[in-house]
């Protein structure tokens, strides 16, 4: 069974600060989602991570995919208050030696605050 | 980019009553869509895979006779919730994936249904 599992689930970081979430899962895999979600809201795609070695950048947000350590991390650089919500990662398990196609599963999430 | 859409975005309902919930792709031919339920404070999980023109997918665990998905076309699938009881109440999200290029390598999530059983 695949599992995705992130830490911490739980981040205040005061602006101007850098951090990293980390997403370890335990299955091959070599497409990872890295998605926001905001209180009360659906899915917001950040990055897809298609490949070893694979590395995206979105203004503050960095996503990188290293499929041998079966980790990927979303750095944060210089946080400000916008970036406040909750992170998910998610593995496709077709890609994880599953049969289906798009079946994701989930990262617990990590709520991160960033606060003045 | 693609679009999905749900209807409806809140619904409020009594203990024994059947919902339907519906998820549409507004701008990309959708082969597969995703059932998601997401309780309060916890990550998604994934209840269904729903295929246009076959039957759905469920994962262990979701009773399919509870929870019919329906995948009539290319942009429409409906999961009707039926004889909702009060631990039904969460909040349901759809994705969409299409054919190939774009719209094959990422999921496209609808802004979700929130659901209450009085």
């Known amino acids: 069974e695949l599992k995705v599992e992130q830490n911490p689930l739980f981040l205040s970081m005061q602006e101007g600060k850098n951090y990293t979430i980390y997403c370890n899962y335990s299955t091959t895999s070599d497409r990872l989602y890295w998605y926001r979600q905001d209180p009360g809201k659906s899915l917001e795609s950040l990055f897809v991570?298609?490949?070893?070695?694979a590395v995206k950048q979105e203004g503050r947000l960095m996503a990188s995919l290293d499929t041998k350590a079966r980790l990927s991390t979303l750095h944060i650089t210089a946080a400000v208050h916008d970036l406040s919500a909750t992170y998910f990662c998610?593995?496709?398990?077709?890609?994880?030696?599953?049969?289906?196609?798009?079946?994701?599963?989930f990262g617990q999430g990590t709520i991160l605050t960033v606060h003045p | 980019g693609a679009v999905v859409s749900q209807h409806p975005s809140w619904v409020i309902c009594k203990s024994g009553t059947s919902v339907k919930i519906e998820c549409r792709s507004l701008d990309f031919q959708a082969t597969t869509m995703f059932w998601y339920r997401q309780f309060p404070k916890q990550s998604l999980m994934l209840m269904a895979t729903s295929n246009e023109g076959s039957k759905a997918t469920y994962e262990q665990g979701v009773e399919k006779d509870k929870f019919l998905i329906n995948h009539a076309s290319l942009t429409l699938s409906t999961l009707t919730v039926t004889s909702a009881h009060p631990e039904d109440s969460s909040f349901y999200i759809c994705?969409?994936?299409?054919?190939?290029?774009?719209?094959?390598?990422?999921?496209?999530f609808g802004p979700g249904t929130r659901l209450l059983v009085l």
């Open positions: 994705s969409a994936s299409g054919l190939a290029g774009e719209y094959q390598e990422t999921q496209y």
């Open positions: 991570l298609l490949s070893n070695g």
């Open positions: 998610a593995v496709d398990g077709f890609y994880a030696g599953g049969t289906s196609y798009g079946k994701l599963t």
